[in-house]
């Protein structure tokens, strides 16, 4: 608990978070853990119900469970297990190694659905007593906040990260767009099919729901996806035919490059998610890694002595960057060999993967 402050001794350090995400609002929660008056400034006039679904890898699990969320996760979570990578005709390559994981971890991979995601972190936020939301700020100057930290999680446009680092460090699209959606069935097929590139992903969510993202090249527009896909083994087609384009969302693929130097400045500036390392979805790790900067950083804050704050930014800085940037290129070269040029030689090396 931080007593002392720049506001003098016994008044509450005081937090701005720019970003309502998910790295915004588990860092509030972390922040107001420690005793920290915490205000979120964001830019969408309320809170959305955007997005299909979030794969959290134990790791991330613990860092939930500290935040005091893990109960939530697991009671709107469902496992995944049994996946597989597919070519197009429906033949086994490889499995994808969440066996591995979970005898690692001793607790399989989970997925949730974004929205109830959020809905645990506002209602654990709402527990703690709050944090107030002001929905419809859209951050321009962060110089401007009179705060003793301020935390940029404004994900991959981060003006906090464009006022202390420039524009060195930048979205870069990698020229390929990924569409994802819900549909309102049960496929009992899970896992990756893997073509030339592009490629098709589908993942338990909820009962009575499969989430599936579409890999295409940039230039594909909706109506393209159904034909991209036509021909591919069941259920492809058939989830591409069960769901409404208009409620299919379409995500440019960016990543940040090159790796920024710091996630913190000045003593009171520190990234979190997106803002920081931006990547690649290949991995199912954005949200994963956000958690963990969330968790890591409020963890240092809470345990720093008085006047320690840029100590435990160093700290968090210490703990997080290498990991996660190694995470942002390991999750970029995956999606080189997904979609590389030569998908026999992909497909021989990656059926040589232990099942
Ligand atoms: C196709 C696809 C699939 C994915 N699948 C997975 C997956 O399976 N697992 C996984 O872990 N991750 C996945 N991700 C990644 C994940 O969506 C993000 O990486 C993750 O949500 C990062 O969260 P964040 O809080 O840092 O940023 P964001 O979720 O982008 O939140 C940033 C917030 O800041 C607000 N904001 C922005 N600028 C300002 C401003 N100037 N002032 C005020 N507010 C501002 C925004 O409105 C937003 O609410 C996927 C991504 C894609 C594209």
Same mark, same amino acid.
């Given at each position: ?35 920290? %008056?915490? @205000? ?31 109960? $939530?996760?697991? $009671? ?6 049994? $996946? ?17 994981? &979970? ?58 990260? @464009? ?79 069960? @769901?409404?384009? &208009? ?41 994963? %890694? ?5 968790? $890591? ?59």
């Amino acid at each position: 608990m931080r007593e002392e402050t720049a506001d003098g001794p016994g008044t509450a350090s005081k937090a701005v978070v720019v970003g309502a995400g998910v790295g915004g609002l588990a860092t509030a929660i972390g922040l107001r853990r420690a005793g920290w %008056t915490v @205000t979120v400034l964001e830019r969408r006039p309320a809170s959305d119900r955007y997005g299909t679904a979030f794969g959290i890898h134990p790791t991330a699990q613990t860092a939930l469970d500290r935040l005091g969320i893990g109960d $939530a996760l697991r $009671a709107r979570a469902v496992p995944y297990r049994d $996946a597989r990578i597919r070519r197009p005709d429906g033949r086994i390559l490889a499995a994808l190694p969440l066996e591995r994981i &979970e005898r690692k971890a001793g607790r399989p991979e989970l997925l949730i659905s974004r929205p109830h995601l959020i809905d645990a972190l506002l209602a654990e936020l709402d527990r703690l007593g709050g944090a107030p939301i002001a929905y419809g700020r859209h951050l321009t100057d962060p110089a401007t906040l009179g705060a003793d930290l301020v935390v940029g999680a404004d994900g991959i446009n981060s003006a906090v990260r @464009t006022a202390y680092f420039g524009t060195r460090s930048r979205p870069r699209a990698i020229g390929t767009v990924a569409w994802i959606g819900a549909a309102g069935f049960e496929t009992g097929l899970y896992g990756e099919t893997w073509g030339e590139g592009r490629f098709f992903g589908m993942t338990p969510v909820e009962p009575g729901r499969t989430n599936w993202y579409a890999t295409v090249p940039a230039a594909t527009t909706a109506p393209d996806v159904r034909e991209a896909f036509a021909g591919w083994h069941d259920p492809i087609p058939r989830v591409l035919a069960g @769901t409404d384009p &208009e409620t299919w969302i379409r995500y440019e693929m960016r990543h940040l490059h090159p790796a920024l130097p710091a996630f913190v400045a000045d003593g009171r500036i520190a990234l979190v998610g997106d803002a920081a390392h931006a990547m690649t979805p290949n991995l199912g790790q954005g949200a994963c %890694t956000a958690l963990l900067d969330a968790e $890591a950083l409020t963890r240092a804050v809470a345990a720093a002595p008085p006047g320690g704050l840029t100590g435990a930014l160093r700290a968090y800085d210490a703990e997080r960057r290498r990991s996660a940037q190694r995470v942002a290129f390991c999750s970029r070269t995956l999606h080189r060999f997904m979609t590389g040029r030569r998908p026999a030689l992909r497909d021989a090396l990656v059926g040589m993967l232990p099942g």
